[in-house]
Nanobody, 119 residues
Framework: QVQLVESGGGLVQPGGSLRLSCAAS????????MGWYRQAPGKQRELVAS???????NYADSVKGRFTISRDNAKNTVYLQMNSLKPEDTAVYFC?????????????WGQGTQVTVSS
């Protein structure tokens, strides 16, 4: 199994930046992809960005050009660099990992970290 520990959330002014970190432990060798989701109160959880083990990335249209997902394989950590933040980015951000073992697939979630963009 995989454990995910997130950090880096906080309060930032519009136009500011934050970097979220998600450290994975456990069966890291089997992780096929990791990503960031977010959920605001009363809203559905949505995919923000993802990155595969091969390095392919995908972003929600709302964050393209502002957010960058990356990973440090040596540290088993995925990052989300968030620039030009907007109030609409306010949400709880969750780290996600997909583990593939043969034909079996498993999903894991971090505890979430609050990001608040306020003027």
């Amino acid at each position: 199994q995989v454990q995910l520990v997130e950090s880096g959330g906080g309060l930032v002014q519009p136009g500011g930046s934050l970097r979220l970190s998600c450290a994975a432990s456990g069966s890291i060798f089997s992780i096929a992809a990791m990503g960031w989701y977010r959920q605001a109160p009363g809203k559905q959880r949505e995919l923000v960005a993802s990155i595969t083990s091969g390095g392919s990335t995908n972003y929600a249209d709302s964050v393209k050009g502002r957010f960058t997902i990356s990973r440090d394989n040596a540290k088993n950590t995925v990052y989300l660099q968030m620039n030009s933040l907007k109030p609409e980015d306010t949400a709880v951000y969750f780290c996600n990992a997909n583990r593939v073992v043969g034909i079996a697939q498993y999903g894991y979630w971090g505890q979430g970290t609050q990001v608040t963009v306020s003027s």
